[in-house]
């Protein structure tokens, strides 16, 4: 039996992906990347944006015309599933079944036994790494309780479930056998992890610490996302203290108007957002940052965008993930008066984009020259005698090495100049 899983959204829909994709290849199922060649189909959707959504609905449309022709199995899961459960059976009844977030774990029982169990909470699922790769993520929760005014999340997945502390030092372990150099912890918000290990409570930063000991050859670990609200003082030290933890931090912005954030159900002001910004760039010296920040949510004023600017600027990150205010049907900020204009947001936008995409580049100069540990990533595509790495600041390098080098070695660095947005310069004993 062929099968095909098509995945789209945020990087727990892609590790959920990658270990259905596990077990299926374990179970005797061989993968296709061809629709015309496959037995079950598997779309793993996303609803965060509307624009998501409508694509899924074009691939639905393009299997509804293969179902025609041949055979086959078309399984819709994810977080539309979850949402749009009854419109999808009765818009697209040609899907066999539409599986919610909960279930997710259940489909390769599904696939072969076509029965399903309708689980009352989320399962992890037991595997998250493809073969020969040398970084993976590690879901450690799922769900959120925040309830952030713009974001479906909660809708879809539902609450918080933490991922036993046994269970992540097992992945951990067998990440290491495989000789993975890097592991990304995941959850939609990982700073709200909670869970009991030896008859003690363990919250995150307890976590990172349990698990730093079981570390060898992975090199960095990093996490997505922390709400900054939650974001504790014990976390900032273990961050600092353990060599192994990243010093590059994704810290969700959103907006840097304390008015707005309050409309946004943020639970934090600019004031304790920067205040905990530079608390983190004091005790850790070498961080780096990224977030995610959007403009045009709605009652935004041209001052209140303006202090987004302002807070983009004294954050500084080396990175960010920008855009616009997109209403979702079922949040509450849907139905919030004030929706901003369509024009006004791009335009905002754009702004945005551009004052980052100056501010990152000068930040990277800056940073010139400085020795990083990096993970070689293959060879360089404009000369195949240097080789591309990724570092520790989620930064890229070409470099001239000392020797020759496979994907996942792990090398020391010196970038002598930033060309675009990729460091170059030599490999350092
Ligand atoms: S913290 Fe807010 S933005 Fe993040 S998943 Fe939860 S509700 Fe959505």
Redesign the pocket.
């Known amino acids: 039996m062929r099968y095909l899983i098509e995945s789209y959204g945020c990087q727990l829909n892609m590790a959920e992906a990658d270990a259905m994709d596990a077990i299926l290849r374990g179970r005797g199922l061989e993968r296709t990347d061809d629709g015309d060649k496959a037995d079950v189909v598997i779309i793993n959707t996303c609803s965060v944006r509307k624009t998501a959504e409508n694509r899924i609905w074009g691939r639905l449309g393009y299997y509804s015309a293969i179902k025609k022709k041949h055979p086959l199995t078309l399984i819709v899961t994810g977080c539309m599933a979850e949402r749009m459960k009854e419109e999808l059976k009765e818009e697209a009844p040609f899907i066999d079944a539409v599986i919610g977030t909960n279930e997710k774990a259940e489909i390769p029982d599904y696939i072969l036994s076509d029965s399903l169990d309708r689980l009352e909470s989320y399962r992890f699922l037991p595997s998250y790494h493809k073969d020969g790769e040398w970084s993976s993520y590690v879901p450690i929760m799922n769900g959120?309780?925040?309830?952030?005014s713009?974001?479906?999340?909660?809708y879809v997945?539902g609450r918080e479930v933490s991922r036993s502390v046994e269970d992540i030092i097992n992945e951990i372990c067998r990440l290491e056998s495989d000789g993975v150099k890097e592991i990304t912890l995941l959850g939609?918000?990982v700073n709200s992890y909670s869970a009991e290990y030896k008859g003690k409570h363990v919250d995150f930063p307890t976590l990172l610490e349990i698990i730093t000991p079981y570390l060898d050859s992975i090199m960095f670990v990093r996490f997505e996302?922390p709400?900054p609200k939650d974001f504790s003082d014990h976390l900032i030290s273990v961050i600092a203290e353990n060599d192994r933890i990243a010093k590059h931090i994704h810290l969700?912005m959103?907006s840097g108007s304390s008015r707005i954030l309050s409309l946004m159900?943020?639970k934090t002001t600019r004031e304790r957002f920067l205040s905990l910004v530079s608390e983190m760039k004091a005790r850790i010296p070498s961080l780096t940052l990224s977030t995610d920040v959007m403009v045009g949510f709605p009652t935004e004023t041209e001052e209140e965008y303006g202090e987004t600017l302002s807070a983009m600027e004294e954050m500084g990150c080396t990175e960010a993930f920008m855009y616009y205010y997109n209403p979702r049907e079922g949040t509450k900020a849907y139905s919030m008066d004030g929706q901003i204009d369509e024009d006004v947001k791009i335009k905002r936008l754009e702004r945005l984009i551009s004052e980052q995409l100056e501010r990152q580049k000068r930040i990277k100069e800056k940073m010139v020259p400085f020795s990083a540990k990096a993970i070689v990533t293959g060879e360089s595509r404009d000369d195949g005698s240097m080789y591309l790495a990724r570092g520790e600041h989620n930064d890229y390098f070409v470099f001239s090495p000392l020797k020759e080098h496979r994907t996942g070695d792990v090398v020391t660095v010196t970038a002598e100049k930033l060309s675009g947005n990729t460091f170059r310069g030599h490999e350092h004993e």
């Open positions: 959120c309780n925040n309830f952030c713009y974001c479906i999340v909660p997945r939609q918000n996302s709400h969700p959103q159900n943020r």
